[in-house]
């Protein structure tokens, strides 16, 4: 059971923009926080930004002012609107969702996002 789909990954030249989308389902949309999260080419997985249920929002501090999370709730759908990219935001983005006893227990497929020079 497919419970998150991500897409809008690919590849940007450097200050170029991209948006993700992270399709819920309805289940998972309705109840949980979700989020963004990144992992580069041998290095661990890393925040990159949450919104609450009731629209609070979170963002990793290199990210803050280029990224922007959203949600349309009509859709079910996570966004993730990046601009500004940066090369060093190449990596794997992973959609998660449902936070519990300090982890998510939901979690996309990933798309790739590449930034070149």
């Known amino acids: 059971q497919v419970q998150l789909v991500e897409s809008g990954g690919g590849s940007v030249q450097a200050g170029g923009s991209l948006k993700l989308s992270c399709v819920a389902s309805?289940?998972?949309?309705?109840?949980?926080?979700m989020g963004w999260f990144r992992q580069a080419a041998g290095k661990e997985l890393d925040f990159v930004s949450t919104i609450t249920k009731v629209g609070t929002t979170n963002y990793k501090d290199s990210v803050k002012g280029r990224f922007t999370i959203s949600q349309d709730n009509n859709k079910n759908i996570l966004y993730l609107q990046m601009n500004s990219l940066k090369i060093e935001d190449t990596a794997v983005y992973f959609c998660?969702?449902?936070?519990?006893?300090?982890?998510?227990?939901?979690w996309g497929q990933g798309t790739q996002v590449t930034v070149s020079s």
């Open positions: 998660a969702a449902c936070y519990s006893r300090g982890n998510y227990t939901t």
């Open positions: 309805p289940d998972i949309f309705t109840k949980c926080a």
